[in-house]
């Protein structure tokens, strides 16, 4: 039955065409990193100059990223925050960096090679360092608004956006309650669980991904989100939007570089460690996602505007903290979450 | 197109198998062992495992992860009443439970079996929570928790013990569609219009009780606090349940909402002139076949505040506020309802498609009415239909997570989202393991007592 | 009885409206002229423009590389079956001849002619800031889809196979355990798909590794979609089948082999023939599921092979402007395909 023999064939030459595009490709790197944070002019750019075909994988927390690595996920570059990197290199699972690769290392500012996670970039390399802030809509909002209590007063009920991240908003509660947010136990969760609980009633939309849209969009008025986003806003209607750090003190974040110890491609990591560490390209990444960029050459290829967006860079007094690991009491954080959360 | 699950028993020719008949019966067996038997396995071993910080598997056998929320006074009547929930939603919330109720009620012994299958199961219920209070807490890991305190333990299972016998009425509900369900599948014909409002009757008081004692647990459980309970039964016991049952009512609502709109537009595509059936079958198709996620997403454009149906409204000066519709739960069920609208379609229409027209014609023409010959003739003909219908959308409605994450704005966890959850950003695949077998432990009961009864609608007709 | 037909047809149209609702408003927004919004600025087709000449540099690009990864690929499969030789051939050739074949340089010579540069013109109407996040977009989206139907033939083809074996085997022969068979084929269409997602994924994570050794890396890709999507399709073409089966006569097959048939001949000329109805909604449906498949795949993709639903899920919150389109265009051959099929049947007829 010749027919029979034809669709066979027919199904496998198109089978192996369409695989033709995926398969045996001569060199890749497997980047997971977040999400709304690697520019495609900077992938391209690397692919043309290496020869290396990148693969980006996005997430959209830290704790997704870990879930999918620890899965046997083959990933040769990741972008955990700070506490992250902590938790990883402890449990030796991050592969020392080669410093006689990455040249380019010096372009760091030395303020971000000082931080106690990682000392001297011994596994991590900084990509993009930010913070957690109130952006709000001025039009809507006239009297401003200068901390979290202001934000979930209850005026703004049913108008809010915020991360989607449980430890985050722990971390908000504790700062309110003026406690140490990286003391997390049973009497601090139980402590801000009642505030919690309230807050989490007010809220309209829940997004770690891109909450910009909703305040863009007008679905809501005011959001706790990721500097960047709020940066973004700033530069697209600076009439329009307004960027407060929380007087109640905010969290900083550090978002590096750094590869898991079974990475297939290590080199191809390094090399692109090594690239987005030059300056024009690592400005690059700043022009599309205005976070603090730690790199000091490449600030000053950027623009006086940028400089002075107050979202990308805070002023130097601001009461800015680092998160540190946690260990088991990241469950603890998790079930508070479900559980107010669905209540 | 619309397949049927379920086992089409075809008679076969039955030959005795030899060599190469087991050959060729190999890639299906090695397919099934490979990835539908070692995937459930593994999860079970996961479910009764350990993880470490970080959320790797360490092999230590516990029963940590389901006494995460199968440890707690309220736990074994609200999984009852989860169980409950998904035979109600699966018996088309109420026609046929009232036709078994009708059956039961017309003989005494038919009476008491289910009453007494009812109060054996609250008293069983009583009793395990007892146990699991009292003796479990002494010998197993709540004692480590130094916060425990036995005292008020009790107290708090005491003031919960009356909402055991809330139960009282569904676990009868349960107990009566099971049990003839198992043992007298052919249901009696509702020909009587006096029997007819009587079903109806109790189908709605079934209804009303069922959203009753939910509203009663939702309340309950906003209102008391567990101060005094140790932090992991606090933060998962009664929420992972209320969770599980939140699910249920939401694929439940939906299935009910899909049966009502989609029955008659099967039956009007079933009964259309040829030249139009093949066109409006492929009009329903062809959403079907573009993403749902797409099709999702763009109800979000629609039901914005400032979406095209407010602005639509304000408009036409019907409404000056907007409706807040997005994110909410309307747009949940708005959502779940259209993703999964085909698919009670197609099967129903498959089933009306090969009902004999001369049966119906033949009801009228003894002079029944429309209803009459609806509830008499078409519907007992195509109930199959209808069944395979509503497995076809209330299975995935239960597990979906998308439709929520999209048009509920996260506020409100699913039981989807939740495992979802365990399985990425909290790590914690043991009990996201666990979880999921709790589910699927649900669902296999499920379709065990549909089929039984699916058989005896086979041996009906 | 007109009363209750005229209404069932309101009903009817009123709930197609429904169905069509969202599709509409797709369509019509995918000509707004504002990026990342619900809200309707004004009339444009920049946003096709764009899409069209994103594909066609893609696809240039891709041609440009299309001969080496033939080669490449021919490389590692030499490996793979230990002919040294020949793979360090074939991978030296790709270094000396990094210069496109004449096939693929008359591909882009077709592109070229089609105008692929000043369509990428349209770029220059997107503020810089966002031209090459929107290209990024594009890009993922066109690989997306290009990944959806590379898993949907393989997998379709092989759930086919395994659907229609299985099913005449099981009609033919009575095993022992035959109830059990039956409901054990059944549970991957009763199973709720994110049940069936996680216990993949579990399986992957412990499995993979012991398979690792032997040879065979599974792995979350390309290989476990096609794997989970085989799994739950083929029971649904399994049933399609059995219930053509039901009406075949059982004597069909012995009068082929009383005629001389081989039972392989027979199944090929007696059997398939009669189950081609059935084969071809099968194939259709298996297509459809992997198509529309996004929970199990979730679970067990990684990044490359990241299906259109899941780059669809990825890009939902960003709301661009080109997700409208490239539903639209899936809209679009969706309907062609409808419409030939059609056109295809009444011809036969």
Redesign the interface.
Request: no cysteine; charged share 30%; aromatic share 8%.
């Given at each position: 039955?010749s027919w029979?023999k034809k669709i066979a064939a027919s199904?496998a030459v198109?089978?192996c065409s369409?695989?033709?595009?995926?398969?045996?490709?001569?060199e890749?790197l497997?980047?997971?990193a977040w999400?709304?944070y690697v520019?495609?002019?900077v992938?391209?750019g690397f692919t043309k100059e290496t020869g290396i075909k990148v693969?980006?994988?996005?997430y959209a927390?830290n704790?997704?990223m870990?879930?999918?690595l620890?899965?046997?996920?083959?990933y040769d570059l990741i972008q955990p925050s700070e506490y992250v990197i902590e938790?990883?290199k402890k449990?030796g699972?991050l592969l020392e960096l080669d410093h006689s690769k990455i040249p380019n290392l010096k372009n760091l500012d030395p303020v971000f090679t000082k931080f106690a996670f990682d000392e001297g970039n011994k596994v991590s390399v900084p990509w993009m360092s930010g913070t957690v802030g109130i952006a709000y809509n001025k039009e809507k909002i006239k009297e401003p608004i200068k901390g979290l209590k202001d934000v979930f007063s209850g005026k703004y009920a049913?108008k809010i956006v915020i991360l989607?991240d449980g430890r985050e908003i722990l971390t908000w509660a504790l700062n309110v309650q003026g406690k140490d947010i990286n003391k997390i136990d049973?009497e601090a969760?139980?402590g801000a669980r009642p505030m919690i609980k309230q807050w989490l009633q007010q809220?309209?939309?829940?997004?770690s991904?891109?909450p910009k849209?909703a305040l863009?969009?007008?679905?809501v008025d005011v959001g706790i989100v990721w500097s960047g986003e709020g940066a973004s806003l700033l530069?697209e209607a600076p009439d329009k939007f307004a960027w407060v750090l929380p007087e109640e003190g905010a969290h900083r974040f550090i978002d590096s570089l750094a590869i898991p110890k079974t990475a297939p491609n290590p080199d191809a990591a390094h090399k692109f460690i090594n690239y987005i560490l030059k300056p024009e390209v690592s400005a690059k990444i700043s022009?599309?996602f205005p976070y603090t960029n730690p790199n000091a050459e490449a600030r000053k290829l950027l623009d006086e505007a940028a400089l002075k967006n107050v979202a990308s860079y805070p002023p130097k007094d601001a009461k800015l903290e680092i998160f540190k690991d946690i260990?088991?009491a990241?469950?603890?954080v998790?079930?508070?979450y479900?559980?107010v959360?669905?209540? | 197109m619309a397949a049927i699950p379920g086992n089409i028993d075809t008679p076969g020719i039955g030959r005795k198998p030899g060599v190469l008949a087991w050959l060729l019966l190999a890639p299906l067996l090695v397919w099934l062992l490979m990835f539908v038997i070692l995937p459930t396995i593994i999860m079970i071993v996961f479910s009764f495992s350990e993880r470490n910080?970080?959320?790797?598997i360490v092999n230590e056998l516990t029963l940590a992860n389901y006494r995460r929320f199968l440890t707690f006074p309220q736990m074994l009547p609200l999984l009852i009443a989860t169980g409950i929930a998904i035979v109600a939603g699966m018996l088309a919330a109420g026609i046929s439970l009232a036709q078994r109720c009708l059956s039961v009620l017309a003989g005494p012994i038919g009476l008491i079996v289910p009453l007494a299958i009812g109060l054996g199961v609250i008293l069983a219920l009583i009793g395990i929570d007892y146990i699991t209070m009292h003796h479990f807490a002494a010998t197993f890991d709540f004692a480590k928790i130094a916060?425990y305190d036995p005292a008020a333990a009790k107290a708090s299972f005491l003031s919960d013990l009356h909402l055991n016998f809330l139960m009282l009425p569904m676990c009868l509900i349960l107990g009566t569609s099971v049990m003839w369900s198992l043992i007298a599948p052919s249901g009696i014909e509702l020909h009587n219009p006096r029997k007819l409002i009587i079903a109806c009757a109790i189908s709605t008081a079934a209804g009303v009780f069922y959203a009753a004692i939910n509203l009663v647990l939702l309340v309950h459980?906003?209102g008391v606090e567990y101060?005094s309970m140790p932090?992991?039964i606090?933060?998962?016991g009664p929420?992972m349940l209320?969770?599980f049952m939140?699910s249920v009512n939401y694929a439940a609502f939906a299935t009910a909402i899909c049966v009502m709109m989609g029955y008659p537009v099967a039956y009007f595509i079933g009964k259309a002139p040829d030249r139009w059936r093949n066109l409006l079958l492929m009009l329903v198709m062809i959403p079907f076949w573009t993403s749902f996620l797409v099709r999702t997403y763009a109800w979000v454009t629609i039901l914005?505040?400032?979406g095209v149906l407010n602005s639509l409204l304000i408009n036409l000066g019907l409404i000056t506020e907007p409706f807040?519709l997005?994110?909410s739960q309307t747009a949940v069920m708005i959502g779940l309802v259209y993703t999964y609208l085909p698919f009670m379609i197609l099967p129903i229409y498959t089933s009306i498609e090969r009902l004999d027209n001369a049966l119906v014609e033949a009801a009228f023409d003894l002079g029944a009415s429309p209803l009459r010959a609806f509830h008499g003739v078409i519907f007992p003909l195509t109930k199959p239909g209808v069944v395979a219908g509503i497995l076809l959308v209330f299975v995935p409605a239960v597990g979906m997570f998308a439709v929520n994450d999209i048009l509920g704005?996260?506020?409100?966890?699913l039981i989807g989202n939740?495992i979802e959850?365990q399985?990425?950003?909290?790590?914690?695949?043991p009990f996201g393991s666990a979880l999921g077998m709790v589910l699927l432990v649900l669902f296999i009961i499920t379709y065990y007592v549909m089929n039984r009864r699916r058989a005896g609608a086979g041996e009906e007709n | 009885m007109r009363r209750v037909n005229w209404m069932l047809g309101i009903w009817g149209v009123v709930v197609i409206l429904f169905l069509y609702l969202p599709i509409v408003i797709l369509v019509a927004w995918s000509f707004n002229d504002m990026n990342?919004?619900?809200?309707w600025n004004e009339f444009t087709t920049k946003w096709y423009q764009a899409f069209w000449a994103q594909c066609a540099l893609d696809l240039r690009d891709?041609f440009t590389t299309?001969g080496?990864?033939?080669m490449?690929?021919g490389?590692?499969w030499a490996a793979w079956i230990k002919l040294s030789g020949t793979s360090s051939w074939l991978s030296g050739y790709?270094q000396n001849n990094p210069q496109p074949g004449w096939v693929s340089r008359q591909f882009i010579k077709l592109i070229n002619w089609a105008g692929a540069d000043s369509a990428a013109a349209v770029f220059d109407q997107i503020p810089s800031?966002?031209r090459?996040?929107v290209?990024?977009?594009i890009?993922r989206l066109i690989e997306g889809l290009?990944?959806s139907?590379?898993i949907g033939?393989?997998s379709t083809?092989f759930a086919v196979i395994l659907g229609t074996v299985s099913a005449w085997i099981t009609f033919k022969y009575k095993y022992p355990l035959h109830n059990a068979l039956r409901t054990l084929v059944a549970v991957p269409m009763i199973v709720p798909e994110i049940i069936m997602g996680v216990s993949l994924?579990s399986f992957?994570?412990i499995a993979?590794?012991v398979f690792a050794k032997v040879g065979i890396p599974i792995?979350?890709g390309?290989l476990a979609i096609i794997i989970a999507h085989v799994t739950f399709s083929f029971p649904f073409v399994m049933v399609t089948i059995q219930a053509r089966l039901a009406g075949i006569d059982p004597a069909l097959e012995e009068a082929a082999m009383d005629l001389g048939a081989t039972p392989s001949m027979a199944f090929?000329?007696v059997i398939?023939?009669y189950l081609m109805p059935a084969i071809i909604s099968g194939v259709l449906m298996a297509f459809t599921l992997s198509l529309d498949d996004f929970v199990v795949t979730y679970f067990v993709t990684?990044?490359?092979?990241?299906t259109l639903p899941i780059r669809i899920y990825?890009a939902v919150?960003?709301?661009p402007a080109m997700l409208h389109v490239v539903s639209t265009v899936m809209i679009g051959i969706t309907l062609v395909m409808v419409v030939l099929s059609e056109l295809i049947k009444r011809f036969n007829r």
């Open positions: 039955m029979f199904v198109a089978a369409l695989g033709l595009a995926r398969s045996a490709n001569a890749e497997n980047l997971f999400s709304e520019p495609q002019s992938l391209d693969n980006y994988e996005s927390s704790e997704e870990l879930a999918k620890l899965s046997g996920g083959k938790a990883l449990e699972k049913k989607d049973d969760i139980n809220v309209k939309l829940y997004d991904d891109s849209t863009l969009n007008g679905d530069n022009e599309e260990g088991t990241a469950s603890k998790d079930e508070l479900t559980n959360k669905s209540q | 910080e970080l959320g790797e916060s459980q906003r101060q932090l992991h606090v933060a998962t929420q209320r969770i939140v914005r505040n400032e807040n997005y994110p704005g996260r506020q409100e966890m939740v959850r399985f990425t950003a909290a790590r914690d695949k | 990342y919004s619900t809200q891709w299309a080496n990864r033939f490449l690929w490389a590692d790709v800031s966002s090459g996040q290209r990024g977009q890009s290009t990944n139907l590379f033939v393989i083809f994924l992957i994570t993979g590794t792995e979350r390309y090929r000329k398939v023939p990684d990044g490359g092979s990241e990825g919150k960003q709301r």
